[in-house]
């Protein structure tokens, strides 16, 4: 929940500024270094990402269209669990899916739809996310 205080637009000027930092070849923090990696992946969200202007757009799954602040920051979350390995399976999952699918990005696409998923149902429950839940679906992945 590191980002759990920050408003929409801080959170997503601190994107900006990870990748500003990047393309101005300034020295980067651990954070800021896995955000670059991120959008580094994602050369469809550059011109967001390098846009001067605060994006105000609304993005929302009823009119088909992609948030793509959401879907950078579900890649941040699924490397931060595979990297702790909590919920405990996951970091096994991830490995059996990269060598399934041959890419360990493709993985994350799949996994953070799971996520999204679960995360959703929590909202709409009023109750925390379950990490049994979640891991079953991931399991239901690869």
């Known amino acids: 929940m590191m980002f759990a205080n920050?408003?929409?637009?801080?959170?997503r000027g601190l994107y900006r500024a990870a990748?500003?930092?990047f393309r101005q070849q300034q020295t980067l923090t651990p954070l800021d270094k896995q955000i670059?990696?991120?959008?580094?992946?994602?050369p469809e969200?550059?011109?967001?990402i390098e846009s001067a202007a605060n994006d105000l757009a609304n993005y929302s799954p009823r009119t088909g269209q992609l948030n793509p602040w959401l879907h950078m920051g579900l890649h941040l979350a699924i490397?931060?669990?595979v990297s702790t390995n909590r919920p405990h399976g996951i970091s096994d999952v991830h490995a059996k899916l990269s060598k399934l699918?041959?890419?360990?990005h493709e993985a994350e696409h799949r996994m953070l739809e799971a996520l999204a998923e679960q995360l959703w149902e929590a909202q709409r429950g009023n109750?925390?996310?379950?990490?049994?839940?979640?891991l079953e679906r991931l399991r239901g992945l690869a």
């Open 45 to 48: 969200y550059h011109v967001i």
């Open 36 to 42: 670059v990696a991120v959008i580094s992946e994602h």
């Open 6 to 11: 920050l408003s929409r637009d801080e959170l």
């Open 79 to 81: 490397r931060e669990q």
């Open 127 to 134: 109750k925390p996310p379950s990490e049994m839940a979640y």
């Open 101 to 104: 699918l041959g890419d360990a």
């Open 19 to 21: 990748w500003r930092k």
